[in-house]
């Protein structure tokens, strides 16, 4: 009987892959009359497109009503309006800044799934969802903007490379943000704020905000070494930096500078000789290091509160 069983779902899972079909849209629609993303005549196919098919949208107004789901996801033009949420378990390939979502069309990429953004013909050039965006699988962020007018969650990974996020940056406890800058460019947080449960691996390159908190409650592994502006650690251009977290500083790192105003309720690993240079203010609880340290305060008032050598 069991046989039987696995047999029947092995069956079952083949006819799925069998039947995934490579399906384009070929309704209309426009801003003042949209088409419905669940009419069978609007699709290549004849059919409604399923979670493991295929999907290309070139152009259209294209109305959802509820939940839908796809495979890969190649996005040319349009728009996708309506109510519901895109759930994308293959590739996300987001053409150009002409194509987008409506305000209350959220976007889940699954587990399997990768988006990547990437050379676009100018920095102000980007994307933005009107809804929530998750990222449960993999996205690369390596040019223009990106932004949401809702939340933007991370519970897989997101590797930022290059360009501007707008609006809240959710890092989950299973999230994995890695900064991965470089001379040639730098990262900007801009609008609302930075938020990490997970992990932030800051591996190179600058990072900007504009305003914003960033509040670390999970762990933040710092071993950036090129920057552009200080010729030492890359300045945090916020203006609160709360760590109730960890933030390890790698040995390579001789330069730890922040142009924000840091307050450190959690725990700051530091494991090379390093100067810790806190320009607009700082108030420590503890900080752990390995070697010899240096501290440097100016601007604003700062409140040591406590230092304690790593045994």
Same mark, same amino acid.
């Given at each position: 009987m069991k046989f039987l069983h696995f047999a029947f779902l092995l069956f079952i899972s083949f006819t799925n892959v069998i039947n995934a079909a490579n399906i384009s849209w070929i309704g209309g629609g426009t801003p003042w009359q949209s088409?419905?993303?669940?009419d069978?005549?609007?699709w290549s196919t004849g059919t409604v497109p399923n979670p493991t098919d295929d999907v290309t949208i070139s152009g259209g107004n294209i109305e959802i009503?509820?939940?839908v789901a796809m495979n890969d996801l190649n996005l040319l033009g349009g728009q996708i309006v309506g109510s519901g949420t895109f759930t994308i378990n293959g590739n996300f390939n987001?053409?150009?800044e002409e194509c987008g979502f409506g305000e209350d069309v959220n976007i889940v990429l699954s587990s399997t799934g990768i988006f990547t953004l990437e050379t676009l013909?100018?920095?102000n050039f980007g994307r933005s969802v009107g809804g *929530? !965006?998750?990222?449960d699988g993999i996205m690369n962020l390596s040019a223009g903007y990106f932004g949401t007018t809702g939340n933007f969650t991370v519970n897989g990974t997101l590797n930022w490379q290059y360009g *501007? !996020?707008?609006n809240n940056l959710n890092i989950g406890s299973t999230g994995i943000l890695n900064i991965q800058g470089s001379l040639e460019g730098y990262q900007r947080l801009v609008a609302d704020d930075l938020f990490n449960l997970g992990t932030i691996n800051w591996l190179n390159g600058e990072l900007r905000t504009a305003g914003n908190l960033i509040t670390n409650n999970g762990i933040m592994n710092i071993s950036a070494l090129d920057n552009v502006m200080t010729g030492g650690f890359p300045a945090l251009g916020s203006e609160l930096f709360i760590n109730n977290g960890t933030i390890n500083l790698a040995a390579g790192v001789i330069d730890f500078q922040m142009d924000v105003k840091f307050i450190n309720n959690g725990s700051l690993l530091v494991n090379g000789n390093t100067q810790l240079n806190f320009i607009k203010g700082v108030s420590i609880k503890m900080v752990l290091w390995m070697a010899v340290v240096m501290m440097s305060f100016n601007l604003l008032s700062h409140t040591l509160v406590h230092l304690e050598e790593a045994k």
């Open positions: 088409e419905s993303w669940g069978p005549q609007n009503n509820g939940d987001w053409a150009n013909p100018d920095y *929530n !965006i998750t990222i *501007n !996020i707008y």
